[in-house]
């Protein structure tokens, strides 16, 4: 990894109406500096505007405003050179100054082959359709199948969504913790389903870089509840990085499918233990 360039990344959203502020994604721009590489990918077709009208113009108009070429007006997916001189800076300044029609995100950085990096960015933030953002695993689900567990010991109260734990001055913020004043267990829920794949890694990687800290001050059990992507490519291979890091920090690995029969064991082994302790 760390022979990758450091290259930084943008994407460009459309807003048909300001107000109601309802983006859609329809490009992604990519700099690296110290490979002299400036590159763009657009599908225009996502803004929902007929090729032929005149706001289809107005918005190719825009992009090109900003020193962006594009090569045509009937392609499907469009390849676009940027100026490869682009730096982050470049990018910070479009996020600052972009109109209320064309928003640039603020940039991030990434170590990574830079035209594959845009490849990436392109089908999984541009390219993928709607519908694929719909995932039936999240940290309500999650939370709904614990309380259940719990319920039966009349414990409800023992799982906690948004569990916040104070190590020193930093605060850290969980997506379930379970305890009874005591926390015996810390639980993030990801999806490798959602669009937004790099926010996802990004999110396993905080986790992994933390828990150390949040264990030896808690003491408690790190588990991590994944729904894995459907289709293999880069989606499994950020899977497989994310659940590597988790398990190489002591983070308990599960398939989100794996959830209900993790709660009942933690259910049941945790009340048992508290009763023992008791008697």
């Known amino acids: 990894m760390s022979n990758q360039p450091l290259c930084f990344f943008s994407i460009v959203r459309y807003v048909a109406d ?29 803004s929902g505007i007929a090729p032929s009208s ?16 594009l090569p045509g007006y009937n392609q499907l997916s469009l390849f676009a050179p940027v100026p490869f001189k682009w730096t982050r800076v470049e990018l910070e300044e479009l996020h600052r100054e972009c109109t209320n029609l064309i928003q640039f995100t603020e940039p991030a950085a ?11 960015l392109y ?4 390219q993928t359709r709607e519908s694929s953002t719909r995932t039936n695993f999240s940290r309500r689900v999650a939370a709904r199948v614990f309380r259940r567990a719990f319920h039966r010991y009349d414990r409800i ?17 969980f997506d379930l913790g379970i305890g009874n004043g005591q926390l015996y267990y810390v639980i993030e829920t990801l999806s490798f389903r959602n669009v937004d794949l790099q926010r996802v890694e990004q999110a ?23 729904e894995p992507p459907k ?14 890091w988790a398990s ?30 008791h008697q």
Not at 19 to 36: M, S, T
Not at 157 to 173: C, N, P
């Open 248 to 277: 190489e920090v002591g983070i308990t690995v599960h398939d989100a499918n794996e959830t209900n029969q993790v709660a009942e064991k933690i259910a049941d082994e945790l009340l048992q233990k508290i009763s023992y302790l």
């Open 110 to 120: 990434a170590l990574a082959e830079p035209s594959r990096l845009l490849d990436e």
């Open 18 to 46: 300001p107000i109601r502020d309802e983006p859609k994604n329809i490009g992604a721009l990519v700099v690296c500096p110290e490979r002299r590489f400036g590159g763009a990918r657009f599908l225009l077709s996502r």
């Open 231 to 244: 289709d293999i490519g880069g989606a499994q291979d950020r899977f497989r990085r994310v659940t590597d």
């Open 204 to 226: 396993g990687g905080w986790y992994a870089y933390v828990w150390p800290k949040v264990a030896q001050e808690t003491g408690a059990e790190g588990l991590l509840l994944v």
């Open 54 to 69: 005149s706001r289809y113009d107005m918005l190719q108009d825009l992009i090109r405003s900003y020193q962006i070429d």
């Open 157 to 173: 109260d023992w799982v906690q969504e948004d569990t916040r734990v104070q190590v020193k001055s930093d605060t850290y913020h």
């Open 123 to 126: 089908h999984e933030r541009i």
